[in-house]
């Protein structure tokens, strides 16, 4: 095909169709690449949770923010279950060096022409596999939610149970890992960031269909086999999603969303829809690098814990994030004593429940959405099949950050999402905040062994609270964050061996 100089198929995504490849043989067992966004400059802790959790390794995208790996199509249920991932989609293929013409027409008629070459059969399946796996837990699970809760409730897998909720997070969720998507040149990203990702309206050509799912690249059969246990095949419904970063294309990616999901929709005979669609085909264009997917999460699984959200709730996959990043090891104590809205021990007790997890805020009306969203996890908990509810070992407390009621040397990890002075307090205040925080903080923390993970953006006022408290913490690494498009860091500091200044008794 025109304009694909280069162009390789992605590693065994094609399995067996790449051009010129026999079909593949018979029996063998499907296979998917998985794309899967994580918080920016979490790539690698992600690919170790793979690795670890499904033995597969991943390949970082150049392209901060994804990383990509193999497994076999059963291994679904495991892939929605990680922690570090927000959202979720099946490669059909990528091209590491598409060559995009000069003219805005030749290079929009590139994609569309795409379209027919694609492999998209196996991709195909595996999204049907997918939602099989959706619908099934969905059926389990309804008869017993409390009904309020079940609006906002996601199930293990992200997968929402309150379909209302839907568009209103999406906005958000997209504008978020849009930010996130950002490259950290300067080269223009277009309104990828803002109105093309938004999930949905401006970027999509949206192109939907529902059921019949046997076309294959080829022109095989593409009666509608109605997968979808309706008795009769029901049109799919569809809509494409452009993702565009790089400063030399020629077009917008509400362009290559129109035109190639046009070419979607002819190629599938799928019908367009850009909010009720059963299909989220993405077209992600990061310079030279195309990669086009099938959507296999509706919501971002990072809203998976919290059911009260705060005016800055953290987002539980970069807790999740934070929290590996200090290795946490059975019977440690763990302490978020600006715990705001709970995102960070909540995602603690439920992943290391072998460790005893205290949340704290000074906030009343924080501690009351946490004290909430614990009890959405109790009830989860309770809801699992198994009838012995365990509780969650956490424990959320109203206190000072700077005169906190535990014991000197008494913790071992401390994590927590410091205050960036924007949507909460102030950079001023964050002046005298941050030392008189890391004094207390050392001060609680056990020497030599003890380490916290702490992020902020305000990172002038941070570098400077540590150089006075150098004596009490040694800075280990630094990863860059984005938080809903602010540029954040996520500190790990050790605990030197110094003692730190006893409380001095009040009466």
């Not at 970082?60 to 990383?67: E, L, P, T, V």
């Amino acid at each position: 095909p025109r304009g694909m100089a280069g162009a390789e198929a992605a590693c065994g995504a094609a399995a067996g169709q790449g051009p010129g490849a026999g079909p593949a043989e018979e029996g063998a067992e499907l296979t998917a690449v998985i794309g899967a966004t994580v918080p920016t400059g979490f790539e690698l802790t992600a690919a170790e949770e793979v690795q670890e959790k499904l033995g597969s390794a991943s390949r970082i995208s150049r392209d901060r923010g994804k990383i990509y790996f193999e497994v076999p199509a059963r291994g679904l249920p495991q892939v929605h279950r990680l922690r570090s991932v927000d959202n979720l989609f099946v490669v059909v293929q990528e091209f590491k060096d598409y060559q995009f013409k000069e003219s805005k027409e030749d290079a929009l008629k590139d994609l569309e022409d795409l379209v027919k070459t694609l492999p998209w059969t196996d991709p195909l399946k595996v999204w049907e596999l997918n939602n099989s796996l959706k619908k099934k837990k969905t059926k389990r699970k309804k008869h017993n939610l409390p009904s309020t809760a079940s609006k906002e409730k996601l199930n293990d897998d992200g997968e929402e149970e309150g379909t209302d909720q839907k568009d209103g997070c999406k906005q958000e969720d997209c504008a978020q890992n849009a930010a996130g998507a950002e490259p950290a040149t300067g080269q223009d990203t277009e309104e990828t960031q803002g109105v093309a990702s938004r999930d949905g309206e401006d970027d999509k050509e949206e192109s939907d269909a529902k059921g019949e799912l046997q076309a294959d690249s080829g022109d095989e059969a593409r009666a509608g086999e109605g997968k979808m246990g309706e008795g009769e095949a029901k049109v799919l419904k569809f809509r494409v999603t452009c993702n565009r970063a790089g400063d030399k294309h020629s077009f917008t990616s509400n362009e290559a969303a129109r035109d190639f999901g046009g070419a979607v929709q002819e190629h599938f005979q799928w019908k367009a829809d850009m909010t009720n669609f059963d299909v989220e085909v993405l077209l992600n264009i990061h310079n030279n690098e195309v990669v086009v997917g099938i959507a296999l999460t509706e919501e971002s699984l990072h809203r998976r814990n919290i059911t009260h959200f705060g005016p800055t709730t953290l987002r539980s996959t970069l807790a999740y994030g934070m929290l590996r990043l200090c290795d946490p090891q059975p019977t440690d104590i763990i302490v978020d004593p600006m715990c705001g809205t709970g995102a960070i021990p909540i995602e603690g007790a439920a992943e290391w429940p072998s460790c005893y997890h205290i949340a704290g805020d000074n906030n009343p009306q924080a501690v009351k959405r946490a004290a909430n969203n614990i009890c959405s996890l109790l009830k989860k908990n309770e809801n699992k099949e198994s009838s012995t509810s365990l509780g969650i070992p956490l424990d959320i407390v109203q206190w000072d950050i700077c005169n906190l009621p535990l014991r000197t040397g008494s913790v071992d990890i401390i994590v927590t999402d410091m205050p960036f002075g924007k949507r909460i307090g102030s950079k001023k205040k964050n002046w005298d905040l941050y030392p008189a925080c890391l004094m207390e903080m050392g001060r609680i923390c056990t020497p030599g062994t003890g380490r916290a993970v702490l992020l902020t953006q305000d990172k002038k006022c941070f570098a400077k609270a540590l150089s006075r408290m150098g004596h009490i913490w040694r800075k280990g690494q630094t990863v860059w964050v984005n938080v809903g498009g602010l540029h954040a860091a996520v500190y790990l500091l050790k605990r030197t061996w110094e003692r730190a200044e006893e409380k001095r008794s009040f009466w």
